[in-house]
């Protein structure tokens, strides 16, 4: 996999033929996401000629630019590095060429022909793969409708993949995950991923409350800032540390049984770890596989111990 990171400017740099292209955000890269480049990956076994399945994204993501009062802050389901990581993972299909577009208000007010003719130019697509709302262009004018009326077949295939569907009812989309994710409907939205939800931090310092009521905890500080946490509560969880695989529950919120904090936090007790393990300062990849129950104020720290042995058991009692 060639990774380019350029700019809308220096696109006229690159120079490739018999390109089988998509274009998109791809946020989380979810089920949906990979009917489209299982596509691009099946157009590319059928011909008789040397191509390249090239993916053209932006980075940052165009909603972190366009919404300028920042409602939506914690946005993104994943970033651009890992976008790369979850598609190294996929065993149904390889991207060949992966363009990383720089984007920002300038390239946000260049209407979708522009960008797409540069695309023809430098590219040299056969065939282009289209989700039915990929979008890209100012005000995202750049989609599958826009591509028929304005593009001749002679100079390219257009494919329209249409939605994929859970149980044949709910179409998978980045929005519907971000919503399930944080409204604590952490399963669906693993569904739709099709992998577990996680997210990458680095082990900080606490106040070593946990230790006292033999629940010690590692803190975790998220590397991404605009990306989603999940919702408050107590949630089952697989770490990746190093080489190291553990599991584990969390708490995600502000801990009102023992402290007064007005900032989130997110605290992890590890079910089995080595003896003298020390952690501060490490990276750590967290995967939420079950949402287990909302964060609540006990009556006092007994009743805490109690109620997270139970919670301990029932993560145990998960099988993945």
Sequence with gaps: MVIISTTYSKLDKLKYNNSIITIGSFDGLHLGHKKIFDKMESLSSKKNIDNNKVLITFNPHPATILDKNQKNKYYLLDSVSEKIEILNNFDSFSIDIIIIVEFNQKLSSVSAADFFNKIIKYFNPTDVVMGHDNGFGYKREGNVNFLKEKYSKEIFELHTVNPEQINNQMTISSTLIRKFIQTGK?????????????????????????????????????????????????????????????????NIGFRPTITNNKEETIEIHIFRVETGKDFYGREVKVFFIEYIREEKKFKNIEFLEKQLEKDKRYCLSIKV
């Design 186 to 250: 952490i399963k669906k939205a693993n569904h739709m991923l099709g992998r577990f939800y996680s997210i990458k931090g680095k082990v900080v310092r606490g106040e070593g409350i946990g230790k006292t009521i033999n629940f010690p905890t590692i803190n975790i500080s998220p590397l991404n800032k605009v990306q989603i946490i999940p919702f408050s509560g107590v949630y089952f969880v697989h770490l990746e540390i190093g080489s190291n695989k553990y599991i584990g529950m969390c």
